[in-house]
């Protein structure tokens, strides 16, 4: 678990590094915003297209050797566009060149990283017993959240001094979780090694996954929305001018650390709680959380709403990825973590581009469609709570 938690702590980092600096950086290089939400989809498309294989290969061939392959690419290629954005804002290239640069650095960014929180689960899944595993998905939700709260209060601190050094440091954060991880997590035979014949492929529509896979569609669609906007939103709304802007950005998603870790601490605490009862509960306290920021004029509001929305995030996360792993046999932990982390993939694709295109249309709207599919995902899981105890 320390190496797994680190990993997740430092990932969560790198990836907050960028959605805190997005804004600024497309603004700087002339670009529009559905650009920002291009690069963040490019991402969701390539996680989506290979968690799912990611999860079968750990499977196959075992957590470790998976891990760390995936990190070694995920370093690789955020120490290029780092390096690239750090060239662009000196010299701006052509707006094409730009585009490309970040869709494609982006897209394999989340080629590389769908492998990370997939594989981790299903590690935790195969040492933990099932009805135990909320709570210890919440210790990597936990990291995930003081990475959301490091990761954008440092980013947004260093780009106040200069953007292109917030994404250079942030790219050095995944060769540590490599070194950590090549260090420290032991190699542990494959989960298919002492089962005879070709590994069993897991169906999209297999029924033991419906709810868990709708909770992280909804949520990430949700979150991967609120992300893109709220660089713009701050400098729009609030009247910032682009570094500003990182700045704020970088403080609302610091409060979204803060309340997923007050959540997740709940969550590891109150273990006796089902899943499907703390999805219902965490939707409907996030959806309130993210309708409010409709309302937002001043910059403590606009945390305030960000916060308030995590916290119920915060009871969502740990929650579907325990439902899942609870459904399905030791044998198909990898398969099933990896089905759930490519339908976060979906939600990556379809937010950040729905996200920007309302955002045209109005700096509320993104956040109404947030607070509406959220309150749906809470009336199902109630549902199925219900059903569930009958």
């Given amino acids: 678990m320390p190496a797994l938690v680190l990993t997740a702590f430092v990932g969560t980092m790198a990836m907050m590094a960028f959605v805190a600096v997005v804004g600024p950086v497309v603004r700087l290089l002339g670009l529009a915003e559905w650009h920002a939400g291009l690069s963040v989809t490019a991402a969701g498309v390539l996680w989506m297209l290979s968690a799912r294989r990611w999860g079968r290969l750990s499977d196959r061939l075992g957590r470790r050797r998976v891990l760390l392959v995936a990190l070694a690419g995920y370093a690789l290629v955020y120490i290029a566009m780092a390096l690239f954005v750090g060239a ?4 701006p290239p052509a707006l094409w060149l730009s585009v490309a640069a970040l869709v494609v650095t982006r897209a394999l960014i989340g080629l590389f990283y769908a492998a990370v929180p997939s594989t981790a689960a299903a590690c935790v899944a195969d040492e933990v017993a099932p009805g135990r595993r909320g709570a210890a998905m919440a210790k990597l939700g936990t990291a995930n959240a003081v990475g959301m709260v490091v990761g954008p209060a440092a980013a947004g601190w260093i780009a106040f001094h200069g953007i292109a050094w917030a994404l250079y440091v942030a790219a050095l954060l995944p060769l540590l979780a490599l070194a950590v991880l090549w260090w420290r997590l032991p190699d542990t035979p494959p989960a298919h090694a002492s089962r005879p014949g ?6 999209f529509a297999d029924p033991r996954l419906r709810l868990p896979l709708f909770a992280v569609f909804a949520g990430m669609v949700s979150v991967t929305i609120a992300q893109v906007a709220v660089g713009f939103f701050a400098i729009d709304r609030l009247q910032l001018s682009p570094a500003d802007g990182a700045r704020v950005a970088g403080l609302a998603l610091t409060a979204v650390g803060v309340g997923l870790m ?13 899943p499907a009862r703390w999805i219902a509960v965490g939707a409907m306290v996030s959806a309130a959380g993210f309708a409010s920021a409709v309302a937002v004029d001043a910059q403590w509001q606009l945390l305030a709403a960000y916060g308030v929305a995590a916290f119920g995030m915060g009871f969502v996360f740990p929650s579907f990825q325990a439902l899942a792993a609870d459904s399905v046999e030791a044998h198909e932990q990898g398969a099933a973590a990896g089905t759930v982390a490519s339908v976060q993939g979906m939600g990556m694709v379809a937010g950040p581009l729905l ?19 959220l309150v749906i995902l809470a009336l199902t899981a109630a549902v199925h709570g219900g059903g569930r105890r009958a």
Avoid at 88 to 91: F, K, N, P, T, V
Avoid at 266 to 271: C, F, G, H, K, Y
Avoid at 364 to 371: C, F, M
């Fill in 88 to 91: 662009a804002l000196r010299a």
């Fill in 198 to 203: 070709p590994a069993p492929v897991m169906r």
């Fill in 262 to 274: 007050l959540a997740q601490a709940l969550v590891m605490r109150l273990r006796s709680v089902p």
């Fill in 355 to 373: 996200g920007t295109l309302l955002y045209r249309m109005s700096p509320s709207a993104p956040y109404l469609l947030v607070g509406a599919v």
